[in-house]
């Protein structure tokens, strides 16, 4: 299972909105709307942002906000702030009943 | 609340074993399929292993299939990874996660660094 694809990196101000993108196939994003997005600060644990392509759990910002086009899916943050400076990666369910992430990108707050 | 603190790792020589332990509370442990991810130093998120609730259902990640087994003991709340046939590309740290009511991973721990070398 390969990994998904996602840019290296992005950046963006404070205000502002970015888009990190999650390529995959018909095996995996393709297939099923069970896409998930996780934030990972140095040297901590991941934390679930966003679910199921769109969902958000509970006390996750509503400046998070996920999408998906066929093979692709979307993480969207607005409103940039400096604590959202992180490593973001997307996973996905496969139809091997097995996951694979994406390679993570990293997010710089200018 | 939720707690997953993940014990067992350590520097192993290629070749060698290790079991990794996760130790689960705050939540209904029978109920919820376990995961194990790992994160080479300065790399990305890799899926390990997953079992289900009950133990019935196991799933590994190729790199790792015939050398690991994930195992759970729901009377005590425990998660394990037994790692046998080590090699240097096992190098990372490993964290247990929940896998919540809709394919996905709501709850992690925080780690437990494997590092494989002569």
């Known amino acids: 299972q390969s990994a998904l694809t996602q840019p290296a990196s992005v950046s963006g101000s404070p205000g502002q909105s970015i888009t990190i993108s999650c390529t995959g196939t018909s095996s995996d994003v393709g297939r099923y709307n069970y896409v998930s997005w996780y934030q990972q600060h140095p040297g901590k644990a991941p934390k679930l942002m966003v679910y199921?392509?769109?969902n958000r759990p509970s006390g996750v910002s509503n400046r998070f906000s996920g999408s998906k086009s066929g093979s692709t899916a979307s993480l969207t943050i607005s409103g940039l702030q400096a604590e959202d400076e992180a490593d973001y990666y997307c996973?996905?369910?496969?139809?091997?009943?097995?996951?694979?992430f994406g390679g993570g990108t990293k997010l710089t707050v200018l | 609340e939720v707690q997953l603190v993940e014990s067992g790792g350590g520097l192993v020589k290629p070749g060698g074993s290790l079991r990794l332990s996760c130790a689960a509370s705050g939540f209904a442990f029978s109920s919820f399929a376990m995961n194990w991810v790992r994160q080479a130093p300065g790399k990305g998120l890799v899926w390990v292993s997953s079992i289900s609730s009950g133990a019935t259902y196991t799933s590994y990640a190729d790199s790792v299939k015939g050398r690991f087994t994930i195992s759970r003991d729901n009377a005590n709340n425990l998660l394990y990874l037994q790692m046998n046939s080590l090699r240097a590309e096992d190098t990372a740290v490993y964290y247990c996660?929940?896998?919540?009511?809709?394919?996905?991973?709501?709850?992690w721990g925080q780690g437990t660094l494997v590092t494989v070398s002569s």
């Open positions: 996660a929940r896998e919540g009511y809709s394919y996905l991973f709501d709850f």
């Open positions: 199921d392509v769109t």
């Open positions: 996973g996905s369910y496969t139809n091997s009943s097995t996951w694979v």
